[in-house]
């Protein structure tokens, strides 16, 4: 386990995980609906990005960019606070799996 890109799965049972490993775990694999950000519709109020548990909302510049793949949970948080319906929930079935989710979901 040293070094590249580790998930979950890499935590030995009933131990507790490596130090800083919340930035370098893969957790969004267990998804079942991903965020889809309408840029179109968003204003960069950053509601989703203050409410994410995940800090899976980036940003930059007060603008929000898009949504890391790579830590969001599918929790919907972000889609329940956003004014304008600019993030929708949609089925990760729709979505091709690949080897890791990367930074996707705009």
Known sequence: MSGGNWNWQDVPHGTI????????VETGLWRSVRPVLDTGKCVSCLRCWVQCPDSSVRTENAKVLGIDMF???????????CPTGAISMLPESEFQRGGGQGKEGE
Do not use: P, Q
């Open 17 to 24: 995980a490596w130090s800083a490993s919340a930035r370098e």
């Open 71 to 81: 830590f969001c949970k599918g929790c919907g948080v972000c889609a329940a606070v």
